[in-house]
T-cell receptor, first 115, second 117 residues
Framework: DVKVTQSSRYLVKRTGEKVFLECVQD?????MFWYRQDPGLGLRLIYFSYDVKMKEKGDIPEGYSVSREKKERFSLILESASTNQTSMYLCASSGPDRGRTDTQYFGPGTRLTVL | DQQVKQNSPSLSVQEGRISILNCDYTNSMFDYFLWYKKYPAEGPTFLIS?????DKNEDGRFTVFLNKSAKHLSLHIVPSQPGDSAVYFCAASEGSAGGTSYGKLTFGQGTILTVHP
């Protein structure tokens, strides 16, 4: 079974703080993703990575950065947290599966509140 | 531009009856479609998928239908159970088989399914 873990289930931070969200997967997947989920907006892609040290912007990268120093670990960084970054953050990974890489496996999510 | 749309924010169904969740897409390059189920305070879990070369895929109580000409897919759950109450997301992928899309998915907004006992 694929396992994707996230460092915190719940996090409360103050405006202006630097926030690190960590994600680890144990399936040797090449691809890793960070999303945020907000009511009525579905899952929106923030950043993704297809290899170590490689990253690509998703649909809403503003205010975020990422780091992938090791294949199994993908970090999301909020450089200066703002209240509009209060959200559920979801990490996912995917790898070759019957010739495709589409099926993503998600972690449990981190509910971040910025005060 | 919302390329994947789930136009029903919510659906309420009686236990034992059929639940039908719908999804529309606009990008004709999408060739693989997935459904995910999400409980509150948990990450989405993969449910079922379908390739664009098929029009139906079945797995137990779950069946996904794809109508390419209408750019429409639906998820049927028969019979519905109270434990099926969750948010359902459809997602689409564009040509990752041998390509360079890196498995990137585009998600719909989600439909909240409530199954009443």
């Amino acid at each position: 079974d694929v396992k994707v873990t996230q460092s915190s289930r719940y996090l409360v931070k103050r405006t202006g703080e630097k926030v690190f969200l960590e994600c680890v997967q144990d399936m040797d997947h090449e691809n890793m993703f960070w999303y945020r989920q907000d009511p009525g907006l579905g899952l929106r892609l923030i950043y993704f990575s297809y290899d170590v040290k490689m990253k690509e912007k998703g649909d809403i990268p503003e205010g975020y950065s990422v780091s992938r120093e090791k294949k199994e670990r993908f970090s999301l960084i909020l450089e200066s947290a703002s209240t509009n970054q209060t959200s559920m953050y979801l990490c996912a990974s995917s790898g070759p599966d019957r010739g495709r890489t589409d099926t993503q496996y998600f972690g449990p999510g981190t509910r971040l509140t910025v005060l | 531009d919302q390329q994947v749309k789930q136009n029903s924010p919510s659906l309420s169904v009686q236990e034992g009856r059929i639940s039908i969740l719908n999804c529309d897409y606009t990008n004709s390059m999408f060739d693989y479609f997935l459904w995910y189920k999400k409980y509150p305070a948990e990450g989405p879990t993969f449910l079922i998928s379908i390739s664009s070369i098929k029009d139906k895929n079945e797995d137990g109580r779950f069946t996904v239908f794809l109508n390419k000409s209408a750019k429409h897919l639906s998820l049927h759950i028969v019979p519905s159970q109270p434990g099926d109450s969750a948010v359902y997301f459809c997602a689409a992928s564009e040509g990752s088989a041998g390509g360079t899309s890196y498995g990137k998915l585009t998600f719909g907004q989600g439909t909240i399914l409530t199954v009443h006992p």
